[in-house]
């Protein structure tokens, strides 16, 4: 019941920023293309239509390092001086345990369609949620 119970959490909290990114990319529809690249910067690439229409792109990428750190592990340990239980102390100590570190890359693109008249009309976004901000917000 736990285990559902934090998936559920995880599950509505995604959902939440993926609405999050939607409403702030949705803001950008009808703006002049300027007013994008005056927040984002330029685009990472471009492609002209022939109708003189334009698909910007942002791309986004970091590092991320995940684990580290130290942890204390128990250790007990029995020493005997004979076969009898008598003979037999009983102890606990601790170890100091390293957890591993991976690194990995993750990032996002981000598509703006761009109409003949340099407004942006729709929008696509894939891989993990970025944007900048919206003038409106």
Known sequence: MR???I???LLLTSCDLSERVAKVL???VGYHVDVLVKDWGPPTSSFTFSNG???IEYRK????TRGGGSYQQPLTVEACTSDY???CARGTGYVTRTRPTYTSTVG??????????NIIQAWSSEGEPCFSSHPDY
């Open 61 to 64: 990428s970091r590092v991320v």
């Open 26 to 28: 949705d803001g950008w």
């Open 85 to 87: 239980a008598a003979d």
């Open 53 to 55: 229409g334009r698909i």
């Open 108 to 117: 996002c693109n981000t598509r703006f369609r761009i109409s003949p008249s």
């Open 7 to 9: 998936l559920s959490i």
């Open 3 to 5: 285990v559902i119970f």
